[in-house]
Nanobody
Framework: VRLVESGGGLVQPGGSLRLSCAAS????????TDWYRQAPGKQRELVAA???????HYADSVKGRFTISKDHAKSTLYLQMDSLKSEDTAVYYC??????????WGQGTQVTVSS
């Protein structure tokens, strides 16, 4: 599956951004889908998950501020990020795992939270 991300940028603390991850060539409906992020000098970490079955879940650091969602008709995964903090600055990646276990990653989109 090919994943194309968009929506990153520079935002002030307290602001909002919505990231998009458009999928093509895969089984969107049946895939587990996640958002990860990687800050400079840190390991990549799971931010939010939207399994093909089951409930969404979030890292403790973003609970109540971030929302993961899907539009099946558009084969697009979203991450709505509100009340952004400087510590949310990172490159954000979408990740898909299809029913066969094959994992695909987006190219990453930079989110910078700064005044």
């Amino acid at each position: 599956v090919r994943l194309v991300e968009s929506g990153g940028g520079l935002v002030q603390p307290g602001g909002s951004l919505r990231l998009s991850c458009a999928a093509s060539g895969g089984y969107f409906l049946l895939s587990d889908t996640d958002w990860y992020r990687q800050a400079p000098g840190k390991q990549r970490e799971l931010v939010a998950a939207f399994p093909s079955t089951g409930n969404t879940h979030y890292a403790d650091s973003v609970k109540g501020r971030f929302t993961i969602s899907k539009d099946h008709a558009k084969s697009t995964l979203y991450l709505q990020m509100d009340s952004l903090k400087s510590e949310d600055t990172a490159v954000y990646y979408c990740r898909f795992q299809d029913p066969a276990g094959t994992v695909s990653w987006g190219q990453g989109t930079q989110v910078t939270v700064s005044s």
